[in-house]
């Protein structure tokens, strides 16, 4: 069955770095997504893109928050300046055209910023 | 306010006894309903999902939940647990309009241990 699958599976950094995560999402998907998970939260929506652009993002998402689909395959989340707070598990996400269809997660990629 | 509520933080059970996760929304028109689990170190794993039909549906790993709209609940049950179903549970709501795209709002997610 295809998968969503996201790298790193764990990035450490230093406050202030720019960090780049990626995640390939199944291939015939058209939406995709962002999410996040600070430890003992809940899981949180951060951004949705669909045809090149940003369909809808949370207030989370602010001017540090970037994405990107690069290339026919790839969908990256930069964070341009990371804050402690910025630590927490990304999950990508994606979703096909097709009525009724759930979304399809990633495992994830555990941020830890020092 | 769109909202999930799962008030059971932390559930154990005996394996081989039964499992009722409770999950309660607040949404404003008809929603999609979904369970995802999530086992240590994995991603989230769609368990079972509700759109539209019976009320009742059935998910993978033995799972079912029953979406009662009058109580505004989709509980997820499950008649006996082994012990690899110790994982943390969320329960999400998506916008029922027809469409692919799902933001969902999840809840807090309920941590289940299983004891021999």
């Known amino acids: 069955e295809p998968e969503v699958t996201q790298t790193p599976s764990h990035q450490v950094t230093q406050m202030g770095q720019e960090v780049i995560l990626r995640c390939v999402p199944i291939s015939n998907h058209l939406y995709f997504y962002w999410y996040r998970q600070i430890l003992g939260q809940k899981v949180e929506f951060l951004v949705s893109f669909y045809n090149n652009e940003i369909s809808e993002k949370s207030e989370i998402f602010d001017d540090q928050f970037s994405v990107e689909r690069p290339d026919g395959s790839n969908f990256t989340l930069k964070i341009r300046s990371t804050k402690l707070e910025d630590s927490a598990m990304y999950f990508c996400?994606?979703?096909?055209?097709?009525?009724?269809?759930?979304?399809?997660f990633g495992s994830g990629t555990r941020l830890t910023v020092t | 306010a769109q909202s999930v509520t799962q008030p059971d933080i932390h559930i154990t059970v005996s394996e081989g006894a039964s499992l009722e996760l409770r999950c309660n929304y607040s949404y404003g028109a008809t929603p999609y309903l979904f369970w995802y689990v999530q086992s240590p170190g994995q991603g989230l794993q769609l368990l079972l999902k509700y759109f539209s039909g019976d009320t009742l549906v059935q998910g993978i790993k033995g799972f079912e939940a029953e979406f009662k709209r009058s109580q505004s609940s989709f509980n997820l049950r499950k008649p006996s647990v082994h012990w690899s179903d110790a994982a943390e549970y969320f329960c999400a709501v998506g916008p029922n309009y027809g469409g692919a795209t799902n933001k969902l709002i999840f809840g807090t997610g309920t941590l289940l241990a299983v004891q021999p």
């Open positions: 996400a994606s979703g096909s055209r097709a009525q009724n269809s759930p979304l399809h």
